[in-house]
């Protein structure tokens, strides 16, 4: 198989990589190196124990221009995206990833709609087939992250109907899902396996020591969405990952992604409307 760039390419446990990508079942396809473990946590946890499940992970971007801070400050560039990468590496071996492949696209080639992004995608999810795929959500905040989606949803619509995966889900990195209501929210428990969860986000130092406590704020949303998910149960799950159901949209090609996502927010909308008319009294 051939990437369009030199793609960084990592098997934790050595198999072949062609085996590594077919025995795959839950696929993440993220923007940046930590992304994937700050959203698909449920996916990887469910794969470390399962003999019959494996995770593979795909960054898109080559983490440049990231921050330097600290005890990063007299890095070059380069170097900072090889500590990057290493990051990731790390993670996929804590995680017992099948496979880890950073595709090292520049962000502006994604944002362009470069067409080899969706090559190498393409080319990904046919000699991986999984059932199960975890991409950003496409009301995220952060540009990248949502071009990043787009052209996950151009690769996978390019795949023959019965071979796409059976569940698409968009979770949240830049912007929680909290907003949805609750009958929309696709809810992914993490209960247990907390020091590895712990572990595999505390791997990405070169962004933690810039001053960023993503490993603190990834662990607070989870037990925050837990906690306050539905107000008159006790909590039965201390941690969840919000996600969108974007199946519809690789079951539908004609459907428009940013109507798909308007109906999202128009929900949300009513339901904050209907509360205030209901209660709002002479005001
Ligand atoms: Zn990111």
Same mark, same amino acid.
């Given at each position: ?14 198999s072949?990589?062609d085996?590594a ?5 839950h ?6 190196q930590?992304?994937i473990?700050?959203?698909? +946590? ?16 795909? /960054?898109v !971007?080559?983490g440049?221009g990231?921050? %330097? ?6 890095? !070059? ?12 590496r790390?993670?996929?071996?804590? #995680? ?7 595709l090292?696209?520049?962000?502006? &080639? /994604? ?8 090559? =190498? ?5 046919? $000699?991986?087939?999984?059932?199960? /795929?975890?991409?950003? &959500?496409?009301a ?8 990043v989606? *787009?052209?996950?949803?151009?690769? $996978?619509? @390019?795949?023959?109907?019965?071979? %796409? ?5 968009g979770?949240?990195?830049w @912007?929680?899902? =909290? +907003?949805?209501?609750?009958d929309?929210?696709? /809810?992914?428990? *993490?209960? #247990? ?14 962004q933690?020591? #810039? #001053? ?8 607070g @949303?989870r ?22 159901? $974007?199946?519809p *949209? ?8 940013t109507d798909?996502t308007e109906?999202?927010?128009n ?6 409307? =209907? %509360? ?5 009294? =002479?005001?």
């Amino acid at each position: 198989m051939k990437f369009s760039h030199d793609a960084d390419v990592f098997v934790p446990d050595g198999s072949a990589l062609d085996n590594a990508l077919q025995r795959t079942t839950h696929l993440c396809i993220a923007a940046h190196q930590d992304d994937i473990e700050i959203f698909a +946590w449920h996916g990887i946890k469910q794969c470390m124990t399962a003999k019959d499940k494996w995770f593979t992970g795909v /960054v898109v !971007t080559d983490g440049a221009g990231s921050p %330097r801070t600290h005890e990063y400050k007299d890095y !070059t560039n380069e170097e900072m995206m090889e500590v990057r990468h290493e990051e990731q590496r790390t993670a996929a071996s804590i #995680g017992k990833y099948s496979a880890m492949i950073q595709l090292l696209h520049p962000s502006s &080639n /994604v944002k362009s709609g470069d067409k080899c992004v969706v090559d =190498d995608l393409e080319e990904i999810l046919n $000699l991986t087939q999984p059932s199960t /795929v975890y991409l950003h &959500n496409p009301a995220d905040k952060h540009d990248t992250h949502v071009a990043v989606l *787009l052209r996950c949803i151009e690769a $996978l619509r @390019r795949i023959p109907l019965s071979q %796409r995966p059976q569940l698409v889900l968009g979770c949240e990195v830049w @912007r929680s899902l =909290d +907003w949805v209501i609750d009958d929309q929210k696709y /809810v992914l428990p *993490l209960e #247990g396996a907390e020091k590895v969860a712990s572990s595999i986000l505390g791997v990405f130092d070169s962004q933690i020591s #810039g #001053g960023k406590r993503y490993d603190l704020a990834t662990a607070g @949303r989870r037990i925050a969405n837990a906690t306050f998910f539905q107000s008159h149960d006790t909590d039965d799950q201390t941690a969840i990952t919000f996600a969108l159901n $974007l199946t519809p *949209l690789i079951e539908d090609d004609n459907m428009s992604i940013t109507d798909f996502t308007e109906n999202f927010i128009n929900s949300f909308c009513n339901d904050v409307k =209907d %509360r205030l008319d209901r209660f709002k009294g =002479d005001l």
